[in-house]
């Protein structure tokens, strides 16, 4: 859990996708497949409603944290994921071959 502003980021295990939260409603998604210690993001949603506002970008910042958090490498399959780590090669680290 990570909370980035009025955002919080928690790994919502049962469904399999880091979560982004604002004020308990889910304003958007990273979902996940899990394979040994990688974790390989697949899609990521931002509701509508909440557009403009930062939330895939914290989304993106706040799964990777909780991935690094976890000693997890993680296969960036999805676009936005994957585009967000080429801006911050910071987490280029954290990158594995699929």
Not at 15 to 31: K, P, Q, T, Y
Request: net charge negative.
């Amino acid at each position: 859990m990570e909370r980035m502003g009025d955002i919080l980021v928690v790994d919502n295990t049962d469904l399999s996708r880091v979560e982004a939260l604002i004020e308990s409603e889910v304003a958007g998604f990273a979902a996940y497949r899990e394979r040994e210690s990688t974790r390989i993001f697949t899609h990521t949603v931002v509701a509508p409603e909440f557009a403009g506002r930062g939330v895939g970008s914290t989304l993106a910042q706040g799964a990777l944290d909780l991935a690094r958090a976890e000693g997890k490498a993680v296969v960036p399959l999805c676009p936005f994921i994957k585009g967000w780590i080429s801006k911050h090669p910071d987490y280029a680290d954290l990158v594995v071959p699929y």
